[in-house]
RNA sequence: GGUGGCGUACCCAAGUAGCAAGGGAGCGGUCUGCAAAACCGCCAUUCGUCGGUGCAAAUCCGACCGCCACCUCCA
């Protein structure tokens, strides 16, 4: 078996990964806040964890995790424009998250928590860390002590002291120090909340990632994911709040997935310049988005364009067209061996932090050697390089054919009939007003085949 | 201002010391009546710029130029 390797945010190197626990990996992945539509920049970190979580379980069995924060300031402000219950609000960004999620092949988590249903052990977590000193109480409020947690800024690399002054935020005078953040915060008026040993009130951002990561998996994880904008603070107070308390490594292995940028700039709302997983879905199929999200290493920006995801869409039209042809079942020695040396190949890519661009190079080698030789053994490679990436099986682009077949099929024996009587011009004609329609005619060994532009 | 990252062909993109993967586009060939598809071949003496270290650098060091991210909600 190949070591695997992660890069390491925590440590910033790349580390060979093993779990903890023989054969199982805990991992967990930052979920969605559903305030707002699913954009591209969530589908690449989910769709690069799907690819890993499938890569793991190669190897061992995977739990996986990935929370809803379901309720939030964000959530009840959409609650107050909208008019509506939070709860409307938060259910309905989560139906649309999976009816567009599960289109690109993302599997579901085997445990998908929410924080307003773990609200119980969200107050025990509180409680306790204001027990043992880690945070206070500040009129309804739980603010966590972060000058008590010695090593707050590992993970981003961060100094208190240099933080302190750069605060840009307005500080809060009442707070011990400008960095404390809340744990628990007071509900008003019509705010949701719930009761608590410090009044009504409801979670503060950070704490549901660590009380449902450890109720779910166990005090240490194995890999806990995310986007690189949740390095700090989110996960930087993940860190904070969960061990200080259990006193052990919340997570062993940080990964972090890069942004979806356009014109290599963040897609965030400010910009305006964010896309919206649902109506990329409309012009493009999810079979090329998902090739599109794993074309480029995890770590690094992925720049989205209309002419990327084209091309995209025409690799994977490409590599069905291929595989659709029929295979034969005699493999000699040399064709196996090297079908299996290059499969061992894409998987050793994927060993050396999962580098997918790398993957795919082999994986059109593989192609090419199908193509060469027609195998249904080397088809059953590619399949098997398809059980990680996963974009083979998904939806592609629907073609809806400008004419009936019927008359294409009228129109093809036309052509063949004039194709064997030698004249050829009136079997080019027909090729060519077909094609002029969005039909384009092939001939194989096979008979003449036809499909949309 | 602090911290981190990036700059490789027309475009996208691997590679972090030993003669520059892969995909798209383009060009030539094979096949075909001709095409299409597929296959074969070609396509960066060069890796932002300038210096330095090394037998050897896209890869290490230094300076500079350009771009981006985080430090504030964010996948």
């Not at 005078?173 to 949701?192: M, N």
């Not at 196996?336 to 082999?362: G, M, Q, W």
Request: glycine share 6%.
């Amino acid at each position: 078996m190949k070591k695997i390797y992660f890069y390491n945010t925590l440590t910033k190197r790349k580390e060979e990964f093993i779990p903890l626990k023989d054969d199982t990996v805990g991992m967990y992945v930052c979920g969605i806040t559903p305030y707002d539509s699913t954009h591209l920049g969530h589908a690449r970190c989910y769709v690069v964890f799907d690819a890993l979580r499938r890569f793991l379980k190669t190897v061992y069995k995977v739990k996986y995790v990935q929370n809803f924060t379901d309720i939030d300031d964000k959530i009840i402000a959409k609650s107050r424009s909208e008019n509506v219950d939070w709860k409307e609000v938060s259910s309905k960004f989560i139906r649309e998250y999976y009816r567009d999620i599960r289109r690109l092949g993302v599997e579901d988590a085997d445990f998908a928590p929410k924080v307003s249903e773990n609200i119980p052990e969200v107050i025990q977590a509180v409680a306790k860390l204001i027990e043992n000193g880690f945070a206070y109480v500040l009129d309804g409020d739980v603010y966590y002590r972060v000058a008590k947690f010695r090593n707050y800024g590992r993970l981003s690399g961060r100094k208190t002291e240099e933080l302190l002054p750069g605060a840009r935020v307005e500080p809060d005078k009442r707070k011990e120090s400008s960095l404390d953040f809340a744990l628990w915060k007071k509900s008003v008026d019509d705010e949701p909340g719930w009761k608590s040993p410090w009044g009504r009130g409801r979670p503060g951002w950070h704490i549901e990632c660590s009380v449902m990561s450890m109720k779910f998996i166990g005090e240490t994880l194995d890999i806990h994911g995310g986007g690189q904008d949740l390095i700090f603070p989110h996960h930087e107070n993940e860190i904070a709040q969960s061990e200080a308390l259990t006193g052990k490594i919340f997570s062993r292995f940080w990964l972090h997935n890069g942004f979806v940028t356009v014109k290599n700039e963040k897609m965030s709302k400010s910009l305006k310049n964010f896309f919206r997983l649902a109506d990329v879905l409309e012009k493009f199929s999810p079979s090329a988005i998902r090739f599109y999200l794993l074309s480029q290493h995890y770590r690094k920006p992925l720049d989205f364009s209309v002419s990327s995801l084209e091309e995209a869409e025409k690799n994977v039209e490409r590599i069905t067209r291929v595989l659709e042809e029929p295979a034969g079942a005699v493999v000699s020695k040399a064709e196996k061996d090297e079908a299996d040396r290059i499969y061992e190949d894409f998987i050793a890519a994927l060993c050396d932090d999962f580098n997918t661009p790398v993957a795919y190079s082999h994986f059109f080698s593989m192609l090419k050697l199908f193509n060469r030789s027609r195998l249904g053994y080397i088809k059953g490679r590619i399949e098997e390089m398809d059980k990680i990436l996963n974009f083979l099986n998904l939806e592609k682009k629907d073609k809806k054919s400008p004419l009936p077949e019927s008359e294409i099929l009228r129109r093809i024996n036309q052509r063949a009939s004039a194709r064997k009587s030698g004249d050829f011009g009136t079997a080019d004609r027909i090729r060519d007003e077909l094609l002029k329609k969005g039909i384009i005619l092939e001939d194989t060994l096979r008979g003449t085949k036809w499909r949309v532009k």
